[in-house]
């Protein structure tokens, strides 16, 4: 296969069947979680709740000040980690145009050093937790080969994202073919791995934050 | 008929709803589910990771509700759970979980933790994992009527002491009474203040209220161990009551699990929404209070701090009124470091005190109130539910701690204004049994 | 450089040739080293080179067009002369070509029937053109398949030129969805050396250089993987591009008639596939060294790679997805609907059968019958 066959197949067909893979992967998880449905609430609300599972999708990722003096690392690592990886993802420059060709639209970019510096940082990020992981008796028991897959696959998209950029390790071309084969294997396997939590975060923080409101709890 | 591992899995697959599945597929395992939790954080044990203990659970979410996890099953790659594998679990479905609800709160993904073990619990009973002692409690609340058999006569006992004490008139079967008052046993047998103090009180605010002679007991051991149909059988007589006595609001007692069997599980477990309303005494006193029905003169001046027990507070949604009332008679509220929905539990909720098997890990993760209450430096602590103040004690006791556990509605009594103005023994100082 | 003797003029050869046209031992010295320089051979090389060509004799040359459009044999007959190509072509006898050749019909196919048996085992084969497998019917010279006549003719060749993207790799008519079943040489022919000389059109000097390195070596050049000499096409258009420094800068034009492109910016973002291209158009440019298409303001098409055809929009980035997917995606969606529904089903089935098989619970039963 030559080097542009490769980067043809990356950029062509296995994007498509990726996004195509993901797009149905993602829907019939949807339908697994959802179709299991739920017993209607009988007991009645408080009306004068303060909470609503919209307050918690947003205010979950707010740390309870307690939890994060015991745990420090895993909320910075983790607060790193997803804001490097979501300011690489949708506001590199080049990113914004991918998206663009596909959807239409875009939207302002930032500078690509910060973006850079950021992804560096996501990384570092990514580092901390899988040694956190690995030490810390609690993560170690709760993780199994799939944490440690979706770890790696979580950061060679980053990895090789960031070769490309500085045309490090392998040309550009070929660095960018492994980008875009890396992103594609996240793709594909994101709806069947804890990574799908990117999708069910938002329908268990509503779930949680409905469950407590009717208690006039704002969880 | 007896448990089996059948019936077991089969009400797991039951329970399983979209929120069960949804909360699965969201953890990160992360473990900070572990640092929210008591029995983890007083510990330091891995294997008190809340999330950890619904493994079996969602091992056969995993195989059942999930294609892949279905194929997996069909090519014999996952391991079917066992009976084995549930006799271990029980100790950390039961022992090492109160139902507090703290973990729910911390889950970054937004997991309810606390939802899942509850559920869980229905097949861990149906399958014959579930403590003995809490078995034997359910058995006895079943047949007796109440967890620790105390029977109606226990109650007219106590029922005559207070009104020989207070001479005022308990009533008992009044047919169109506004109100219909229960009781936990902890109640009856240590904290007979609790009666007296509200008998007072509703005779100063002008209420109507009744006791019923067959449905005094508010707790709810079926919920506890996770017997939803015994726990509906429970829950069936105080409806019953409540209906045939057509009051318009029934009164959870101060108890804590007692107020989410009635107000949270009960019109789901009879299958239909209640005619009348459920609330605790705490949100009553709080009505009384402000409507001015509430008079209170003079304002205790010991430092003191509250305890929000879980399932009032954190997994029942009263946290303001118990500080609107203690704002009232306390001079000297000192507010615990976390507080309010994040309170730490006492460590004897969720059937766990009714668990002498794990008293000594109770004890353990009683460390964590210990170093709250002594971060106030009072020796008065006040709360709002009968199995909190029961294990407080005991922790105190146990830690050679000098600080006295006191009823909130009982504080309130003794600071009450009544019209005819007679000298009220305080019952602030009587000590329960326990 | 050693002062090389003056090769002896042998009839029949490439020298009597080069002495008939008046060239002299200079110029073809000169020529020479321009060749060593190309094949990347040592400079040294040039004497040694123009001796062993002068004693050559001349090499019978067969040239098979099939699927093509002659932009091949335009490239290098409509180069200037005197140029190294007509030169090389001059010393060569070509035997049999049917847009050059004067004879026509059967005096053709005769010319070439008659250069295979005079030369059994030594004449070069250069073609041109993909060879449809589709239909025999599809392109045919006198009557004969292109197949038929590929076969027949590379059975006695010493070795194969495929000269041209089609013949070296299928080319434009092999694109999706490919009609004529175009194949290239290579994909038919597994007996013979084949040098591929891609490019649509090659560079013609290429193809030169590829000829005096069998006049001189009377072997094939050094070839990479996909058939193709190392010398021309070892390096990406991108690798010598003189665009470069703005590309290593990130200075890219985004319209053709920006103030970038106008300054000559690089062309990365309008498509260049150079980065992907392996060809010496940038160091060899075209028409006598004048332009290549980068210079001229265009990015690379990438012409000389398998599949350039089908590798995408030309003026897309090579960062760019090739196609939108955006309706692909609701069909998948749809797809994982469907899949839901039926998993959904089967888990309500699951959930009802739980619910069926519960019996009411009674107190005795929160205990196993062995305890
Ligand atoms: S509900 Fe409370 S006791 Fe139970 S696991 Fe969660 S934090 Fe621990
Ligand atoms: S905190 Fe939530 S996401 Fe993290 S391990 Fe516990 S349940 Fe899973
Ligand atoms: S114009 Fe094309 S070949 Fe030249 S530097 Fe830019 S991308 Fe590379
Ligand atoms: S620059 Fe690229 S497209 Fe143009 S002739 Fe050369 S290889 Fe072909």
Known sequence: MSHLDLLTFARGSALNWALVLFAAGVVLRLFEILGLGRRPDLAKPRPDSPGSGWRTIVMRSVPKADTLKRDAVTYVSGYTFHIGLLVSIFFFAPHIEFFRSQSGFGWPGLPSALVDALAVIAMVALGVSLAHRITSPVKRMLSDISDYVAWAMTLLPLLTGYLAYHHLLLEYTMMLALHLFSIELLLVLLPFTKLFHAFSLFISRWYNGDISARKGVAS | MSATLEKGINAFKEVIDAPIASFFSSCVRCGMCAEACLFYTETGEAKYTPIHKLEPLRRVWQQEYTLLGGLGKLLGLTRPVTDAELAEWEPLVYDSCTLCGRCSMICPVGNDITYMIRKMREGMAASGHAPQDMVAATTRAITIGSPMGVKWPAVQAQIKHVQADTGIEVPVEREGADYLVLMSSMEIINFPEYLSALSRIFKQAGISWTLAQDAFEATNSGIQIGASDLAGEIVGRIVVAAERLKVKCVISPECGHAYTALRWEGPNLMGRPFGFEVKHILEVLDELHKAGKLKTKGKDQRPLTYHDPCQIARRGGVVEQPRRLLSEVAADFREMSDAGVMNWCCGGGGGVSANSRADSLRLQAFKVKKSQIEATGVQTLITACANCRIVLEEGLEHNHMKVEVIGLTELLAEYLVEDNSTPVPSPAGGRGLG | ?371
């Open chain 3, 1 to 371: 450089m050693k002062h090389a003797q003056q090769p002896d003029i042998l009839p029949g050869t490439v020298g009597e040739g080069l002495a008939q046209r008046g060239v002299t031992r200079r110029e073809f010295l000169k020529l020479c080293t321009t060749l060593t320089a190309l094949l990347a051979l040592p400079p040294s090389m040039a004497g040694a080179m123009a001796e062993a060509i002068s004693k050559a004799r001349r090499q019978s040359v067969i040239w098979l067009s099939f699927q093509e459009c002659t932009g091949c044999t335009e490239s290098i007959t409509r180069s200037h002369s005197p140029t190294l190509e007509n030169l090389i072509f001059d010393l060569i006898s070509l035997d049999y070509h049917h847009t050059l050749q004067a004879a026509s019909a059967e005096a053709a196919e005769h010319a070439r029937e008659q250069a295979m048996k005079d030369n059994d085992g030594k004449y070069l084969l250069i073609v041109d053109g993909s060879i449809p497998m589709g239909n025999p019917g599809f392109s045919t010279i006198a009557g004969i398949s292109n197949y038929d006549m590929l076969m027949e003719t590379a059975r006695g060749a010493a070795a194969i030129v495929a000269v041209g993207t089609c013949a070296a790799h299928g080319g434009i008519p092999r694109a999706d969805p490919n009609p004529t079943g175009a194949v290239s040489v290579g994909d038919i022919v597994k007996d013979k050396p084949i040098i591929n000389v891609p490019g649509c059109p090659p560079i013609p000097v290429v193809m030169t250089g590829v000829l005096a390195h069998f006049l001189t070596f009377g072997g094939i050049p050094e070839l990479d993987a996909q058939g193709r000499p190392k010398s021309f096409y070892g390096e990406t258009i991108h690798d010598r591009c003189y665009r470069r420094p703005f590309y290593d800068q990130g200075k890219f034009a985004q319209t053709f008639d920006d103030e970038a492109a106008r300054q000559g910016w690089c062309l990365f973002k309008l498509g260049c596939k150079g980065p992907v291209t392996y060809n010496a158009c940038a160091t060899t440019k075209w028409n006598d060294g004048t332009s290549f298409p980068i210079q001229s303001g265009h990015g690379c098409i990438g012409c000389s790679e398998a599949n350039f055809w089908d590798a995408g929009p030309l003026y897309k980035a090579l960062s760019m997805p090739v196609s939108a997917t955006t309706s692909m995606l609701g069909a998948a969606a749809a797809a994982g609907a469907a899949a839901g529904v039926a998993v959904t089903w089967h888990n309500r089935s699951t959930k009802a059968a739980a619910k069926a098989a519960h019996e009411k619970m009674t107190v005795q039963e929160l205990s196993r019958e062995e305890k």
